[in-house]
């Protein structure tokens, strides 16, 4: 069964110099084939697990993404404490992970994940950033 086409099982030629000769007889076998052979997974669709790094960078891509949409334009306006930080929870943002935090002289707070964040002032007011 090594000897023979994937898909369509014809028995191959000994030929090694096609860009389709990893298990199909042509192009077109190739393309008609198996999506799992001959063909890598994309990243996202790994199945093995990430370990604690990948774990990581995935959460503080869903938080970079969160601060995204509260950065939205049309919706920039400053919440109060509980309301800012209540809709970021909502979101399924983690409060844990964040790249850095600044803290300004005036008592402001600046909490960033890669090139998004959000400011907490000294009245508890968040307003994204």
């Not at 090694?16 to 190739?30: A, D």
């Not at 300004?104 to 600046?110: L, S, V």
Request: one cysteine or more.
């Amino acid at each position: 069964m090594k000897n023979r086409c994937l898909s369509c099982k014809q028995k191959l030629s000994l030929r090694s110099n096609s860009s389709h000769s990893r298990g199909f007889c042509s192009e077109y076998c190739f393309a008609q084939g198996p999506v799992h052979i001959g063909r890598s997974k994309p990243s996202w669709k790994r199945t093995e697990p990430l370990g604690v790094k990948g774990q990581i960078q995935r959460i503080l891509k869903k938080n970079h993404d969160i601060l995204l949409s509260f950065a939205v334009p049309e919706q920039r306006r400053a919440f109060s404490d509980v309301g800012g930080l209540h809709w970021l929870k909502s979101q399924g943002y983690d409060f844990d992970y964040h790249t850095h935090m600044v803290a300004q002289a005036d008592g402001r707070t600046e909490v960033w994940c890669y090139d998004k964040g959000y400011r907490i002032d000294a009245q508890g007011r968040i307003e994204p950033l």
